[in-house]
């Protein structure tokens, strides 16, 4: 069974930083691209960021290019999503994502985490 | 970036009616679009997937049709357990783009 943790998620203000992680299971992890979905509150799903099955290709939004950077660690099954110079409109909840297909980036996503709650607020 | 337009952004229904939900682009997507379904607190879940496709264990009643630039989720007999926001999810361009969602709600 497909499983994805993620956690992370906090109280920071603007400005500052955080680090989401999405812990893996139940699939053969390095075969598959992951992405970052968010939802503000009230508001609809934005895809944030992917990365390629190797870690070698990263995407992102331009809405977070040159904050976030996405890395993952193979030998882990972990996704890390650090996100620096954050502010108010950052504010969501935070979902990590799995690709359907295996060996290419696509932004068709099967099974998703829970979901982690970042606000940023002073 | 391609413009998605998802309709109605909600609605109230009873326990068996009949739910349509759609989404149109401005490009032709061919058949890249999804359908998921997000309640608080849950991971969201993929119901549909290529148009049409069903993920294995969504209960037939969900069922998606279309092609090119408009799309359809349909229910066909509304449960209890359905009501919740549903987002459909272009991926065949860069970045993948979600619809605005639709809450169902009950009457």
């Known amino acids: 069974e497909v499983q994805l943790l993620d956690s992370g998620g906090g109280l920071v203000q603007p400005g500052g930083s955080l680090r989401l992680s999405c812990a893996a299971s139940?699939?053969?992890?390095?075969?598959?691209?992951m992405s970052w979905v968010r939802q503000a509150p009230g508001k609809g799903l934005e895809w944030v960021s992917a990365?390629?099955?190797?870690?070698?290709?990263?995407y992102y939004a331009d809405s977070v290019k040159g904050r976030f950077t996405l890395s993952r660690d193979n030998s882990k099954n972990t996704l890390s999503l650090q996100m620096h110079s954050l502010r108010t409109e950052d504010t969501a909840v935070y979902y990590c994502?799995?690709?359907?297909?295996?060996?290419?980036?696509?932004?068709?996503?099967?099974?998703w985490g829970q979901g982690s709650l970042v606000t940023v607020s002073s | 970036d391609i413009q998605m337009t998802q309709s109605p952004s909600s609605l109230s229904a009873s326990v068996g009616d009949r739910v349509t939900i759609t989404c149109r682009t401005s490009l032709d997507i061919r058949n890249d679009l999804g359908w998921y379904q997000l309640k608080p607190g849950k991971a969201p879940k993929r119901l549909i997937y290529g148009t049409s496709s069903l993920v294995s264990g969504v209960p037939s009643r969900f069922s998606g049709s279309g092609s090119g630039t408009e799309f359809t989720l349909t229910i066909s007999s509304l449960q209890p357990e359905d009501f919740a926001t549903y987002y459909c999810l272009e991926h065949n361009n860069y970045p993948p783009t979600f619809g605005q969602g639709t809450k169902v709600e009950i009457k």
């Open positions: 994502a799995k690709v359907a297909s295996a060996g290419f980036w696509s932004g068709d996503v099967d099974y």
């Open positions: 990365i390629s099955g190797s870690g070698a290709s990263t």
């Open positions: 139940g699939f053969t992890f390095s075969s598959y691209a």
